[in-house]
Protein backbone atom coordinates (compact mmCIF):
# COMPACT_ATOMS: atom_id res chain seq x y z
CA UNK A 1 0.00 0.00 0.00
CA UNK A 2 0.91 3.72 -0.02
CA UNK A 3 3.20 4.64 2.71
CA UNK A 4 3.20 8.29 4.37
CA UNK A 5 6.02 9.49 6.14
CA UNK A 6 5.98 12.97 8.11
CA UNK A 7 9.17 14.78 9.27
CA UNK A 8 10.74 15.62 11.86
CA UNK A 9 8.52 13.33 14.54
CA UNK A 10 8.78 15.88 17.03
CA UNK A 11 9.22 19.75 17.18
CA UNK A 12 9.78 22.26 19.58
CA UNK A 13 9.21 25.99 18.81
CA UNK A 14 9.51 29.59 20.98
CA UNK A 15 6.52 31.24 20.08
CA UNK A 16 6.74 33.53 17.14
CA UNK A 17 9.12 31.14 15.28
CA UNK A 18 8.29 30.06 11.88
CA UNK A 19 8.62 25.89 10.78
CA UNK A 20 7.90 23.82 8.25
CA UNK A 21 6.59 20.33 8.36
CA UNK A 22 6.96 17.45 5.40
CA UNK A 23 4.88 15.03 3.83
CA UNK A 24 6.04 12.17 1.67
CA UNK A 25 4.45 9.57 0.38
CA UNK A 26 4.91 6.79 -1.94
CA UNK A 27 2.45 7.03 -5.04
CA UNK A 28 0.52 9.08 -7.13
CA UNK A 29 -2.61 10.81 -4.92
CA UNK A 30 -5.87 12.40 -5.85
CA UNK A 31 -6.60 13.55 -2.63
CA UNK A 32 -4.15 15.42 0.23
CA UNK A 33 -5.22 16.66 2.84
CA UNK A 34 -3.30 18.24 6.26
CA UNK A 35 -5.22 17.97 9.81
CA UNK A 36 -4.48 19.39 13.40
CA UNK A 37 -5.52 17.35 16.28
CA UNK A 38 -5.10 19.60 19.33
CA UNK A 39 -4.34 18.54 22.71
CA UNK A 40 -8.56 17.41 23.46
CA UNK A 41 -7.88 14.71 20.56
CA UNK A 42 -9.88 17.30 17.93
CA UNK A 43 -8.94 16.40 14.38
CA UNK A 44 -9.37 20.16 12.32
CA UNK A 45 -9.30 19.81 8.59
CA UNK A 46 -6.71 22.36 7.75
CA UNK A 47 -6.25 21.74 3.72
CA UNK A 48 -7.84 20.00 1.34
CA UNK A 49 -4.56 20.49 -1.19
CA UNK A 50 -4.33 17.54 -4.11
CA UNK A 51 -1.75 20.24 -5.50
CA UNK A 52 -0.37 23.72 -5.71
CA UNK A 53 -0.51 26.18 -3.02
CA UNK A 54 -2.68 27.14 -0.67
CA UNK A 55 -2.65 30.04 2.54
CA UNK A 56 -4.55 30.63 5.27
CA UNK A 57 -3.86 33.15 8.02
CA UNK A 58 -0.32 32.07 9.07
CA UNK A 59 -0.95 29.04 7.71
CA UNK A 60 0.06 27.81 4.07
CA UNK A 61 0.44 24.98 2.31
CA UNK A 62 2.12 23.64 -0.84
CA UNK A 63 1.74 20.45 -2.36
CA UNK A 64 4.23 19.19 -5.54
CA UNK A 65 2.64 16.06 -6.41
CA UNK A 66 5.07 15.19 -9.18
CA UNK A 67 8.02 15.16 -7.08
CA UNK A 68 5.12 13.21 -3.86
CA UNK A 69 6.06 15.45 -1.57
CA UNK A 70 3.61 17.89 0.47
CA UNK A 71 4.60 21.12 2.86
CA UNK A 72 3.09 22.94 5.30
CA UNK A 73 4.12 26.31 6.81
CA UNK A 74 3.56 27.45 10.03
CA UNK A 75 4.72 31.42 11.21
CA UNK A 76 4.38 33.34 13.99
CA UNK A 77 3.65 29.84 16.06
CA UNK A 78 1.31 30.84 18.68
CA UNK A 79 0.90 28.51 22.12
CA UNK A 80 -2.64 27.36 20.13
CA UNK A 81 -0.70 25.63 17.42
CA UNK A 82 0.52 22.84 19.39
CA UNK A 83 -0.57 19.18 18.87
CA UNK A 84 -0.18 16.80 16.26
CA UNK A 85 -0.16 17.67 12.80
CA UNK A 86 -1.36 14.80 10.08
CA UNK A 87 -0.68 15.13 6.35
CA UNK A 88 -3.47 11.99 4.98
CA UNK A 89 -3.58 10.66 1.87
CA UNK A 90 -5.98 8.77 -1.03
CA UNK A 91 -4.03 6.85 -4.07
CA UNK A 92 -4.71 8.02 -7.48
CA UNK A 93 -6.75 4.35 -7.93
CA UNK A 94 -10.46 3.32 -6.84
CA UNK A 95 -8.89 2.60 -3.10
CA UNK A 96 -10.94 5.74 -1.96
CA UNK A 97 -9.22 5.57 1.56
CA UNK A 98 -7.45 8.19 2.99
CA UNK A 99 -3.92 6.91 4.35
CA UNK A 100 -2.91 9.05 7.74
CA UNK A 101 0.95 9.58 8.36
CA UNK A 102 1.94 9.52 11.71
CA UNK A 103 2.33 12.70 12.48
CA UNK A 104 4.18 15.60 13.65
CA UNK A 105 4.22 16.49 17.42
CA UNK A 106 4.50 19.79 18.05
CA UNK A 107 4.81 21.89 21.20
CA UNK A 108 5.04 25.50 21.04
CA UNK A 109 6.50 27.30 24.06
CA UNK A 110 5.32 30.83 25.65
CA UNK B 1 -23.27 24.66 11.35
CA UNK B 2 -23.68 21.68 13.16
CA UNK B 3 -19.79 19.44 13.41
CA UNK B 4 -19.69 15.61 13.77
CA UNK B 5 -21.94 14.47 16.83
CA UNK B 6 -20.63 11.78 18.68
CA UNK B 7 -21.05 9.82 22.06
CA UNK B 8 -20.16 8.57 24.54
CA UNK B 9 -17.33 10.64 24.93
CA UNK B 10 -15.37 8.18 27.24
CA UNK B 11 -15.89 4.52 27.83
CA UNK B 12 -14.21 1.84 30.39
CA UNK B 13 -15.06 -1.86 29.75
CA UNK B 14 -13.38 -5.41 30.65
CA UNK B 15 -12.15 -7.48 28.03
CA UNK B 16 -14.89 -9.80 26.29
CA UNK B 17 -17.36 -6.90 27.45
CA UNK B 18 -19.05 -5.44 24.73
CA UNK B 19 -19.48 -1.72 23.37
CA UNK B 20 -21.30 0.39 21.21
CA UNK B 21 -20.20 3.90 19.49
CA UNK B 22 -22.67 6.46 18.06
CA UNK B 23 -21.91 9.34 15.41
CA UNK B 24 -24.35 11.44 13.73
CA UNK B 25 -22.56 13.41 10.76
CA UNK B 26 -22.63 16.75 9.31
CA UNK B 27 -26.55 17.25 8.20
CA UNK B 28 -26.43 16.65 4.14
CA UNK B 29 -23.18 14.70 4.22
CA UNK B 30 -23.48 11.37 2.53
CA UNK B 31 -20.76 9.84 3.41
CA UNK B 32 -19.71 8.48 6.79
CA UNK B 33 -16.39 7.23 8.29
CA UNK B 34 -15.15 5.34 11.13
CA UNK B 35 -11.02 5.89 12.31
CA UNK B 36 -9.19 3.61 14.96
CA UNK B 37 -6.39 6.01 16.45
CA UNK B 38 -4.45 4.21 18.67
CA UNK B 39 -2.02 6.07 20.91
CA UNK B 40 0.98 7.50 19.28
CA UNK B 41 -0.23 7.17 15.61
CA UNK B 42 -2.68 8.07 12.99
CA UNK B 43 -6.20 7.36 12.35
CA UNK B 44 -6.77 3.94 10.27
CA UNK B 45 -9.83 3.61 8.44
CA UNK B 46 -12.32 0.78 9.50
CA UNK B 47 -15.20 1.43 7.40
CA UNK B 48 -16.67 3.63 5.29
CA UNK B 49 -20.42 4.09 4.09
CA UNK B 50 -21.99 5.98 1.01
CA UNK B 51 -25.32 6.66 2.16
CA UNK B 52 -26.36 3.41 3.59
CA UNK B 53 -23.79 1.52 1.88
CA UNK B 54 -20.68 -0.17 3.08
CA UNK B 55 -17.59 1.30 0.37
CA UNK B 56 -14.88 -0.16 2.32
CA UNK B 57 -14.82 -2.41 5.17
CA UNK B 58 -11.38 -3.89 4.33
CA UNK B 59 -10.29 -3.29 7.63
CA UNK B 60 -12.75 -3.67 9.82
CA UNK B 61 -11.94 -7.05 11.83
CA UNK B 62 -15.32 -8.58 11.11
CA UNK B 63 -14.76 -11.55 13.78
CA UNK B 64 -15.77 -8.55 16.60
CA UNK B 65 -16.67 -5.36 14.88
CA UNK B 66 -19.61 -4.41 12.79
CA UNK B 67 -21.09 -1.00 12.00
CA UNK B 68 -24.40 0.21 10.54
CA UNK B 69 -26.10 3.27 9.03
CA UNK B 70 -29.60 2.06 8.25
CA UNK B 71 -31.29 4.96 7.16
CA UNK B 72 -28.09 6.58 5.37
CA UNK B 73 -27.60 9.41 8.63
CA UNK B 74 -26.51 8.32 11.45
CA UNK B 75 -24.10 5.25 12.19
CA UNK B 76 -23.19 2.72 15.36
CA UNK B 77 -20.30 0.96 15.20
CA UNK B 78 -19.98 -2.16 17.68
CA UNK B 79 -17.41 -4.21 19.34
CA UNK B 80 -18.38 -7.55 20.84
CA UNK B 81 -16.00 -9.33 22.75
CA UNK B 82 -13.59 -6.31 23.12
CA UNK B 83 -10.08 -7.07 23.49
CA UNK B 84 -7.06 -5.60 25.27
CA UNK B 85 -5.73 -4.13 21.70
CA UNK B 86 -8.93 -2.36 21.06
CA UNK B 87 -8.00 0.33 23.48
CA UNK B 88 -8.21 3.20 21.38
CA UNK B 89 -9.91 6.04 20.50
CA UNK B 90 -12.79 5.61 17.93
CA UNK B 91 -13.44 8.88 15.61
CA UNK B 92 -16.24 9.37 13.38
CA UNK B 93 -16.15 11.88 10.29
CA UNK B 94 -18.04 12.59 7.34
CA UNK B 95 -18.02 14.67 4.03
CA UNK B 96 -20.16 15.43 1.36
CA UNK B 97 -20.15 12.62 -0.87
CA UNK B 98 -21.60 14.89 -3.61
CA UNK B 99 -18.32 14.54 -5.84
CA UNK B 100 -16.23 11.33 -6.46
CA UNK B 101 -15.48 9.22 -3.17
CA UNK B 102 -11.99 10.08 -1.55
CA UNK B 103 -11.61 13.78 -3.44
CA UNK B 104 -13.25 15.63 -0.60
CA UNK B 105 -12.84 17.18 2.99
CA UNK B 106 -13.33 15.21 5.89
CA UNK B 107 -14.76 16.46 9.14
CA UNK B 108 -14.29 14.63 12.07
CA UNK B 109 -15.79 14.64 15.75
CA UNK B 110 -14.37 14.26 18.73
CA UNK B 111 -14.22 10.93 19.05
CA UNK B 112 -14.76 8.17 21.90
CA UNK B 113 -11.83 7.34 23.99
CA UNK B 114 -11.97 3.27 24.50
CA UNK B 115 -10.30 1.46 27.85
CA UNK B 116 -10.58 -1.77 27.91
CA UNK B 117 -9.29 -3.69 30.76
Known amino acids: GIQVEQSPPDLILQEGANSTLRCNFS?????LQWFHQNPWGQLINLFY???GTKQNGRLSATTVATERYSLLYISSSQTTDSGVYFC????????????FGSGTRLLVRP | EAGVAQSPRYKIIEKRQSVAFWCNPI?????LYWYQQILGQGPKLLIQ????????DSQLPKDRFSAERLKGVDSTLKIQPAKLEDSAVYLC???????????????FGSGTQLSVL
Open chain 1, 27 to 31: DSVNN
Open chain 1, 88 to 99: AVDRMDSSYKLI
Open chain 2, 27 to 31: SGHAT
Open chain 2, 49 to 56: FQNNGVVD
Open chain 2, 93 to 107: ASSLGSTALGREKLF
Open chain 1, 49 to 51: IPS
